[in-house]
């Protein structure tokens, strides 16, 4: 057998064996539903930045006389 013959039917062999592997994902690799990026704390900290930085600017605003 060549060397070129050789390497080809490695590579058809690496193929049928990626090919027959297809589908069979293991359960740690697929994601899974409700997992949320940023913990609770975190959005809880969010939104009272931002909420109290809107009321703190709206209570600015309005003892200072309004836009001028």
Request: proline share 4%; no cysteine; charged share 20%.
């Amino acid at each position: 057998m060549t060397t070129s013959r050789r390497y080809a039917d490695h590579k058809i062999q690496k193929f049928q064996k990626n090919v027959s592997k297809r589908g069979s994902v293991p359960e740690t690799i697929v994601k899974r539903g409700n997992d949320y990026p940023v913990g609770p704390v975190m959005l809880g900290f969010f939104v009272f930045v931002v909420i109290g930085s809107s009321l703190f600017q709206i209570i600015r605003t309005a003892t200072s006389g309004g836009m001028a």
